[in-house]
């Protein structure tokens, strides 16, 4: 029997994650779960938002999963250390989303926008650095953003409003590459292309991700699955607004009727 992916996200957002994968991996089984009931996690302490993925990795396992992906940025920095939960392989964006930054640059700039938690820990920062000493990292908190996108508000002169405050500093650096510490992000990225221009690369937390979970089969930690496959989608709060905000960020892609959960 196929076993399912698991990943997890405090929101929607993290379907930016889980389109990518569906569509890099056709044949593969994924089972998404958006904590929406709790949502943020960005202005949660680190205690809290790992309590919250503790239980959350406890509901994937019962799924039974064979791999789970950390989609949320905020909760991949209070889980740096763990390779595995309970036998388990966890995947988070971090590090890899670091190499890819670096990879890309040109010049050693590199700027991380991200959740209040996510730039408080320093997590991408050190990370880069210590990959590679000489980087010139630029961090900037976007807490608005997630809300915006959990209201459908994109291409919005609101959106585009906000964004170009936050991003002032970075546009004033000349940055030309800029890791999106957040999978809510990748939905606004028509709004953030437009302030930052053309010429400056996102780094994408999905593209990241597919790179790792390949990584995952040709190690042989997991096996490939076979045959037809099912994408479950299931929240804790459960809204018409959610609903039809899911269907529209997995579109193309086609998904279940999403499942209300209590963790």
Same mark, same amino acid.
């Not at 929607?12 to 943020?40: M, N, W």
């Not at 995947?91 to 989303?97: F, K, S, Y």
């Given at each position: 029997?196929?076993?399912?992916?698991? !990943?997890?996200? *405090?929101?929607?957002?993290?379907?930016?994650?889980?389109?990518?994968?569906?569509?890099?991996?056709?044949?593969?089984?994924?089972?998404?779960?958006?904590? /929406?009931?709790?949502? @943020?996690?960005?202005?949660?302490?680190?205690?809290?938002?790992?309590?919250?993925?503790?239980?959350?990795?406890?509901?994937?396992?019962?799924?039974? $999963?064979?791999?789970?992906? !950390?989609?949320?940025?905020?909760?991949? =920095?209070?889980?740096?250390?763990?390779?595995?939960?309970?036998? /388990?392989?966890?995947?988070?964006?971090?590090?890899?989303? *670091?190499?890819?930054? !670096?990879?890309?640059?040109?010049?050693?700039?590199?700027?991380?926008?991200?959740?209040?938690? =996510?730039?408080?820990?320093?997590?991408?920062?050190?990370?880069?650095?210590?990959?590679?000493?000489? &980087?010139? #990292?630029?961090?900037?908190?976007?807490?608005?953003?997630? @809300?915006?996108?959990?209201?459908?508000? &994109?291409?919005?002169?609101?959106?585009?409003?906000?964004?170009?405050?936050?991003?002032?500093? %970075?546009?004033?650096?000349?940055?030309?590459?800029? !890791?999106?510490?957040? =999978?809510?992000?990748? &939905? %606004?990225?028509?709004?953030?292309?437009? #302030?930052?221009?053309?010429?400056? *690369?996102?780094?994408?937390?999905?593209? #990241?991700?597919?790179?790792?979970?390949?990584?995952?089969?040709?190690?042989? /930690?997991?096996?490939?699955?076979?045959?037809?496959?099912?994408?479950?989608?299931?929240?804790?709060?459960?809204?018409?607004?959610?609903?039809?905000?899911?269907?529209?960020?997995?579109?193309?892609?086609?998904?279940?009727?999403?499942?209300? &959960? $209590?963790?």
């Amino acid at each position: 029997m196929n076993k399912s992916i698991g !990943i997890f996200d *405090s929101g929607l957002g993290g379907l930016t994650v889980l389109k990518v994968l569906s569509q890099k991996f056709p044949h593969e089984s994924f089972c998404y779960l958006g904590d /929406i009931a709790r949502l @943020p996690y960005g202005n949660k302490s680190p205690e809290t938002i790992r309590r919250y993925g503790l239980q959350i990795l406890a509901f994937l396992k019962e799924q039974n $999963v064979k791999a789970i992906i !950390i989609a949320c940025n905020s909760a991949s =920095t209070v889980f740096l250390e763990d390779s595995d939960y309970e036998s /388990i392989p966890l995947l988070n964006v971090i590090g890899p989303g *670091s190499a890819a930054a !670096i990879a890309t640059s040109k010049d050693d700039k590199i700027a991380v926008l991200g959740t209040s938690a =996510t730039i408080r820990s320093h997590a991408y920062r050190d990370t880069l650095k210590r990959l590679n000493p000489r &980087v010139e #990292v630029t961090e900037q908190a976007c807490p608005l953003f997630v @809300p915006l996108v959990e209201e459908g508000m &994109v291409n919005d002169p609101i959106t585009e409003m906000v964004a170009k405050k936050y991003l002032a500093d %970075i546009q004033k650096r000349h940055i030309s590459t800029v !890791i999106l510490g957040c =999978t809510h992000y990748p &939905v %606004i990225r028509s709004d953030l292309k437009r #302030v930052l221009g053309e010429d400056v *690369s996102l780094v994408e937390s999905g593209d #990241v991700l597919a790179n790792e979970l390949e990584g995952l089969f040709k190690d042989h /930690i997991i096996p490939r699955s076979s045959g037809s496959r099912t994408i479950r989608v299931c929240i804790t709060d459960l809204t018409d607004h959610f609903e039809k905000l899911a269907h529209q960020l997995m579109a193309p892609e086609k998904i279940s009727d999403l499942e209300r &959960v $209590v963790l």
